[in-house]
């Protein structure tokens, strides 16, 4: 008897289910309950040239490692420099850096500060006054600022320094060169930036993506003082290539501040 009434209830209960599905809350359980899993197989989303998530991860990284690591601002070749004698107001000096990167002072002469953050170069100067005054009490100060620039050499029309007056992308300093010799390797771009640390800081661009749409996270946007190198074959060990680049092809007001506390 109660096997009976069960099943009744089953079979009750079967005709209900199926009322509700033919009607409107059927439709409701049938888009909560069913849709989301056919409807992935169904469409995806396309995105044209995509950026990798790792390759940007990794960029975004390399960059923040770097300006996490900067100790503050290098002094540059054009720069004027402030420097303030606490206890001695009389030596109080302003000075423009020199195109070979140094300054000159009484008592202590030629000092370089090219290349050096002002902590620095106070702490050169307190060396040094520290052999004619008492616990001396130096101050740096940068009161202006030489034009900021950029270098654009290798495979280009017309290379040389290029002014920043704003935003540049790698593309337009190229563009700003004269455009690409016939010669050039568009996969192997070096961009050589100053970091403040003993190395360069290294990115290699392939503009040939960006030109082909295929990756245009590739038209790296260009900082101060950077240096654009575009290679007529590729180059093997970029690290060792880059060292001897910079020691002998650029100009000091350029190179001062890539490398730091060699000497």
Known sequence: MWSHTSNASMHSTDGLLAKDFTGTKGLFIFFILVLPFVLPGCSQQVVQNPVMPQQLSERQMASQSVDAAKPGYIIRSGDELEIKFFY????????????DGRISLQLVHDVPAAGLTTKELEKVLTQKYSNFL???????IVTSFDS????????VRTPGMIA???YMDLMQAIASAGGLNDSAL???????RR????????????????????DPSQNVALKPYD?????????????????????????????????????
């Open 148 to 155: 900021q620039k950029i270098f654009v050499d290798g495979e």
């Open 227 to 263: 240096i654009v190198f575009v290679p007529k074959s590729r180059i093997a060990q970029v690290n060792t290539w880059v060292d001897l680049y910079l020691r002998k092809n650029i100009p000091f007001n350029f190179t001062a501040g890539f490398y730091r506390n060699l000497d």
């Open 195 to 214: 970091t403040g640390l003993k190395q360069p800081f290294i990115i290699v661009a392939d503009i040939g993506k960006v030109i082909t749409g295929q």
């Open 134 to 140: 008492k616990e001396p009490e130096i101050t740096v």
């Open 164 to 166: 920043l007056g704003g």
């Open 88 to 99: 001695n107001p009389n030596l109080n000096e302003k000075q423009k850096v020199r195109p």
């Open 186 to 192: 568009r996969s192997q771009i070096l961009i050589i």
